[in-house]
Nanobody
Framework: QVQLVESGGGLVQAGGSLRLSCAAS????????MAWFRQAPGKERDFVAA????????YYADSVKGRFTISRDNAKNTVYLQMNSLKPEDTAVYYC????????????????WGQGTQVTVSS
């Protein structure tokens, strides 16, 4: 069982930055690929970014490439999402998730999810 707790969301103006954090419980964190998803009001939950267990493989949605950076600190059991040049269309609840595998499995929904953190970007 993995428990994930997101933090760092908030209200920011367009063009601003936020850094989201996801703290994971359990000693297996360093063995798990991690991901960020987001869900805007009235829309489906979409993939944002993912990172393999050792950071060797990283993936981004086209909509955030060049603006968002995913990273992890296995010593702190934490994964981060640095979000720069934010746009109003980035407004959503952001979720941290993991498949419980070393590699990223983009074809399958993650098994474990956090509760989400709200990010609101004003124009």
């Amino acid at each position: 069982q993995v428990q994930l707790v997101e933090s760092g969301g908030g209200l920011v103006q367009a063009g601003g930055s936020l850094r989201l954090s996801c703290a994971a419980s359990g000693r297996s964190f360093s063995s798990y690929a991690m991901a960020w998803f987001r869900q805007a009001p009235g829309k489906e939950r979409d993939f944002v970014a993912a990172i393999s267990w050792n950071g060797g493989s990283i993936y981004y949605a086209d909509s955030v490439k060049g603006r968002f950076t995913i990273s992890r600190d296995n010593a702190k059991n934490t994964v981060y999402l640095q979000m720069n040049s934010l746009k109003p269309e980035d407004t959503a609840v952001y979720y941290c998730a993991t498949w419980g595998t070393r590699g990223v499995v983009l074809t399958t929904p993650p098994v474990y999810w956090g509760q989400g953190t709200q990010v609101t970007v004003s124009s």
